[in-house]
């Protein structure tokens, strides 16, 4: 029985060659309704090096280039066939209410850090998307347990910030949905995720930077733009 590396769930089937996965395996399409999984044939995660990780980034970029929404599967998920098939039909209709809203927008964060952490600095990974976490396994649960188990992780009720709130207002007009994950990682405090619409990062990074001066007792750096991970139901 074959095992699927999962990349990411995409709304339709592209047309462009999708190419190679991070091992060199060709990717293919499992569908399920109206949602695609990407996937290669792959028996075992892959160790979770610096290399890996940007491997399996650099292929869910070149998928989003071509898919106007995409949410990415966390690093080494991997899954058997006839299983990822089950999952793919039981959570159908939450993928696509995701899949609406990431479509047309990309991912900007937003690291708080306590006073004397680093300054903005761009393009460090997400910490959503890269920990080092283990490969996700989901053969724990039945495919809905699974499904809204994971909804409740990412989708939980959001954690504040104070000390952002004077700055909220000045990214009103960019930000489209926002997720807050709080840290235990002194002097990083917290990741706040934003959903932008796709080509205004800049104008993202500029209105932060514009508006430190409103901010106080933290520091602050944006990395971005990502594909959604921090809005992905997988």
């Given amino acids: 029985m074959s095992r699927l590396y999962l990349y990411a769930i995409v709304g339709h089937q592209p047309v462009s060659p999708l190419g190679a996965g991070l091992a060199g395996e060709p990717l293919s399409f499992v569908a399920a309704g109206d949602v695609v999984a990407v996937v290669g044939e792959m028996e075992d995660p892959p160790p979770a090096t ?5 491997g399996h980034d650099e292929v869910v970029r070149r998928l989003a280039e071509f898919s106007d929404a995409i949410l ?8 058997d066939a006839p299983a990822l098939m089950e999952w793919l039909a039981a959570t159908a209709v939450g993928l696509g209410e995701a899949l609406r809203l990431v479509a047309g927008r990309e991912q900007m964060t937003l690291h708080v850090y306590d006073m004397g952490g680093p300054d903005m600095a761009p393009h ?8 080092g976490e283990p490969g996700a396994r989901l053969e724990a649960l039945g495919p809905g347990a699974r499904y809204l ?86």
């Fill in 50 to 54: 610096p290399e890996a990780i940007r």
């Fill in 124 to 131: 460090t990974p997400p910490p959503s998307a890269y920990p």
């Fill in 149 to 234: 188990a994971e909804r409740r992780r990412h989708w939980r009720q959001k954690e504040r910030v104070p000390e952002l709130e004077p700055l909220r207002p000045r990214l009103d007009a960019l930000v489209t949905a926002e997720r807050v994950e709080l840290r235990a990682t002194p002097p990083l405090r917290a990741s706040v995720y934003h959903l932008i619409e796709r080509g205004r990062s800049a104008e993202y990074r500029d209105a932060v930077e514009a508006n430190l001066d409103l901010v106080a007792g933290v520091r602050l750096r944006v990395s971005g733009p990502w594909a959604p991970y921090a809005f992905a139901a997988v």
């Fill in 72 to 79: 990415p599967a966390r690093f080494a998920t991997v899954q």
